[in-house]
Nanobody
Framework: QVQLQESGPGLVKPSQTLSLTCTVSGGSITTSYSRWTWIRQPPGKGLEWMGVIAYDGSTCYTPSLKSRTSISRDTSKNQFSLQLSSVTPEDTAVYYC???????????????????WGQGTQVTVSS
């Protein structure tokens, strides 16, 4: 039932800030224990987890991007957003938003999985 939709400019100039918004329908981003994630995939490469914002507004980012990344939310619009500053052509990728789930079991194992995904949006960094 949960659906996600990415939106934002498809072209960003080097040194500028990439800004994307994910609109969520069919469920609330404040639902208990829910987590909302940004992932990207550069051309010819694998998926890269970027960061997450949880139901209580807490955030976590992958270390390689933490200094440039900010995830925020607007609960009145049921949206969460991504800002990536100081972009270079290496940031060219398809960007996805997705619902995430964190699992911790009695054995001590921990893992992260995904539910619904948006269809992705191409962002090109070029002058």
């Amino acid at each position: 039932q949960v659906q996600l939709q990415e939106s934002g400019p498809g072209l960003v100039k080097p040194s500028q800030t990439l800004s994307l918004t994910c609109t969520v329908s069919g469920g609330s981003i404040t639902t208990s224990y829910s987590r909302w994630t940004w992932i990207r995939q550069p051309p010819g490469k694998g998926l890269e987890w970027m960061g997450v914002i949880a139901y209580d507004g807490s955030t976590c980012y992958t270390p390689s991007l933490k200094s440039r990344t900010s995830i925020s939310r607007d609960t009145s619009k049921n949206q969460f957003s991504l800002q990536l500053s100081s972009v270079t052509p290496e940031d060219t990728a398809v960007y996805y938003c997705a619902r995430g789930f964190y699992h911790s079991v009695n054995s001590g194992s921990r893992y992260y999985s995904f539910g619904s995904w948006g269809q992705g949006t191409q962002v090109t960094v070029s002058s």
